[in-house]
């Protein structure tokens, strides 16, 4: 792409530039007064980095594993929805250039491009992510056709029983156009998603219709056994849940609130990974999304514990910049920029960041 950007913010004032406004309020906006959404940010300007001198630095590896999944950094892209609203090729794109950055790739349920194609397409580790529908005939079907396309793991939200009170889609009678749809459900599960009413989020009638509320803990048994694929439980903000997650055997947890777009007033993912790194007590991983940025973050939050962070706008951001090479741009500079803050801090692989090397100022009052 011309004119690369040099820094994250650069892909989205080039995103911004090129979306249109209710696109972009769809991606940008978060729940009720979207406090969570600058909480989220907000939290990792309070960390403080504590550098190591005097360390061989000549090499710092990025690389990780994350459930079998062998990654050139932890630096991955977090699942979000319709990809072709912010470029034609959708969810192809985010898996070609995800793959260039040796990256995890973890594909929405409403991906608008197929499995199979992201899966065709994909050269690095990708998984599913997974609302509970009331159908859970599709459910079964998703998960049979992920793993015959080759997915490492499936991810399934758990802080969706509705959808967040957005009101920048509300506002603008949000709905999806003409040639954009989620790609692997029927059209008539997804039909009302596609109606625009005035002050009304077509997204959020949708979810009412097509998600199940009722799920609990004990319905997990269900899904273990119709897929032999990890599972990972995304969503997961408190160490009570944590420690539910480990007892039925949860292969994995992502520390979320759904950038800022479910429950407002939330914690920030960052506040609440250390008590859910506690919690799950070196038995399985914890991921973390919400508010990363670069490097800089992601090293924060592999320092509290997090084995891997996943980016959401900014990928988002690289896509409607630049497709594939956009994409990849965006997780390269966060990774270059990992690698400088280990450099910088003393740290020459990932095992070596610890909480030793950060402190956490106290939030203002």
């Known amino acids: 792409m011309r004119g690369v950007p040099g820094t994250v913010e650069g892909y989205r004032a080039l995103a911004r530039g090129r979306l249109g406004g209710e696109v972009w309020d769809f991606f940008e906006g978060g729940a009720e007064s979207e406090r969570t959404v600058g909480d989220n940010r907000r939290a990792f300007g309070r960390v403080t980095l504590r550098p190591r001198v005097l360390v061989d630095v000549s090499r710092c590896d990025t690389a990780v594993e994350v459930l079998g999944a062998r990654l050139r950094t932890p630096v991955g892209v977090a699942p979000t929805a319709y990809h072709r609203l912010a470029h034609p090729d959708g969810e192809v794109a985010t898996a070609q250039g995800a793959g260039a950055a040796g990256a995890l790739f973890v594909v929405s349920i409403y991906a608008s491009r197929t499995i199979e194609d992201v899966a065709a397409a994909a050269t690095s580790p990708w998984w599913l992510q997974l609302y509970w529908l009331r159908r859970r005939d599709i459910l079964a079907d998703l998960v049979a056709r992920a793993a015959a396309a080759g997915c490492g793991a499936v991810v399934l939200t758990v802080d969706a029983p509705r959808l967040g009170r957005r009101h920048r889609d509300a506002r603008n009678g949000f709905a999806l156009g003409p040639g954009i749809r989620a790609a692997n459900l029927d059209s008539a599960v997804t039909a009302s998603a596609h109606l625009p009413a005035a002050g009304r989020s077509a997204l959020a009638a949708h979810a009412v219709e097509a998600v199940d509320p009722s799920v609990t803990w004990s319905d997990l048994a269900w899904l273990r056994a119709r897929s032999d694929l990890p599972l990972v439980l995304k969503g997961v903000l408190t160490a009570q849940d944590a420690a539910l997650a480990v007892d039925h055997g949860a292969d994995a947890v992502v520390v979320s609130n759904h950038g800022g777009r479910q429950l407002d007033r939330a914690p920030a993912t960052l506040d609440a990974l250390a008590e859910v790194v506690a919690a799950v007590g070196g038995a399985i991983p914890v991921l973390l999304d919400g508010g990363v940025r670069g490097g800089t973050d992601a090293f924060a939050a592999l320092a509290l514990g997090a084995r891997a962070v996943l980016l959401g706008r900014p990928a988002l951001w690289g896509l409607a910049a630049g497709g594939a090479a956009g994409v990849a741009g965006v997780l390269d500079l966060a ?21 030793s090397a950060v402190r956490l100022r106290a939030e203002a009052r």
């Not at 990774?335 to 909480?355: N, V, W």
């Open 335 to 355: 990774t270059e920029e990992l690698a400088h803050t280990m450099a910088l801090a003393g740290r020459p692989d990932l095992a070596s960041i610890d909480g």
